[in-house]
């Protein structure tokens, strides 16, 4: 399988500036030498609890954000050495999906113009009625039909879900290569979401895209992603198949996440203690520990003396804890 992302030691951090005067500094590092590799043809899922650098993640891969260490490649070429034409090609081939499809669209801009808008940057050679035809063809591929129905309308004349599929086609009509899904369908009605997450998983099945699928819902990624990565505190603590993750979580962490998944059965108690969702008490200021070490329940002196391996301790699941040392 051929990558199309690669990350290497990537490492952000956040500087904020607090207090009179603004003298007090605080860092946060919201990744934290981060290495994944996602393939062509892949849907790649991310989960973590608000705060763990989900989005910092999905922004450094689209290089929207400048980074304090590491590099990515994205085939092969590492984006952060792109000069301004190969930027501009990479800008082409790679587009996000936002989570608000509200604030996502400009309300005083109609579809058409907001969808064809990355045709008109990217292929200024298209004719009038060339663009036309292909945004009529986009908003068809997302399940806007008839599609010319929806060309003069506004963002407050449609949906929530119908703004998230004229988000999705704003993506994807530049036809770019690789697409970063942060949080898609987490503020759409439940009702909604299996449409959309079906859009996203055909844009993997018909037109070969790859994905990196940003969610805290370990439900919603399992259902559209071929892998998994668990993020905590800026750190990937464990990667494998979706069935694989799901089946046999390994990191505490991960197993936490898993336990919190609803089940219909009255009688269960819920683990509340950590549910996806909730913002991390812990702050990661790039400590040489296990980034869980305060809350784990296996927690050993070990634990805090140095960060556990990454290891891959099953045919393509890997887990940084010590307990499988
Ligand atoms: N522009 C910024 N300035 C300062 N700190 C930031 C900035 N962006 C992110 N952070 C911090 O970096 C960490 C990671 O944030 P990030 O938004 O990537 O998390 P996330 O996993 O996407 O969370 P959520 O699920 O809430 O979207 C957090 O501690 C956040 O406060
Ligand atoms: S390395 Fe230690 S603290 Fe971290 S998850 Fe494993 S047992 Fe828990
Ligand atoms: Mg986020």
């Not at 991390?280 to 556990?308: I, Q, W």
Request: with cysteine; charged share 25%; aromatic share 8%.
């Amino acid at each position: 399988m051929n990558s199309i992302i690669e990350t290497n030691q990537v490492t952000k951090e956040f500087v904020t500036k607090r207090g009179f005067l603004k003298r007090t500094t605080s860092t946060t590092r919201a990744l934290d030498q981060v290495n994944v590799t996602i393939n062509e043809n892949e849907i790649f899922g991310l989960i973590g609890e608000s705060g763990s650098g989900k989005t910092t993640l999905g922004l450094a891969i689209l290089r929207l954000i400048d980074l304090n260490q590491g590099k990515i490649n994205f085939f092969g070429e590492n984006i952060y050495d792109l000069k301004k034409r190969q930027l501009f090609n990479f800008r082409e081939k790679t587009q996000m999906i936002f989570q608000d499809p509200y604030s996502s669209l400009n309300p005083v801009v109609t579809i058409y113009k907001s969808v064809s808008t990355p045709l008109k940057v990217f292929h200024k050679e298209m004719s009038e009625e060339q663009v036309v035809d292909k945004v009529i063809q986009t908003l068809e591929t997302v399940g806007l039909t008839p599609a010319d129905q929806f060309l003069n309308k506004f963002p407050s004349q449609m949906s929530g879900g119908q703004r998230q599929r004229v988000g999705i086609a704003r993506a994807v009509i530049s036809d770019p290569d690789f697409i970063v899904a942060d949080e898609p369908v987490s503020m759409l009605d439940v009702s909604l979401r299996a449409d959309i997450l079906n859009i996203l998983i055909n844009l993997k099945l018909k037109l070969n895209k790859s994905m990196m699928f940003i969610s805290h819902d370990i439900t919603v990624t399992q259902y559209v992603s071929d892998r998994i990565a668990v993020m905590h505190l800026g750190q990937i603590v464990e990667m494998g198949e979706s069935g694989e993750i799901i089946k046999n979580p390994l990191h505490p962490y991960t197993k936490t996440l898993i336990d919190s998944i609803p089940v219909p059965d009255p009688n269960k108690k819920w683990n509340t203690d950590e549910i996806g969702g909730q913002i991390s008490e812990y702050t990661n200021e790039g400590k040489n520990e296990c980034s869980y070490a305060n809350k784990c329940p296996f927690v050993k002196d070990v634990c805090r003396e140095r960060r556990p391996d990454f290891k891959e301790v099953e045919k393509n699941h890997f887990v940084a804890c010590v307990l499988y040392d």
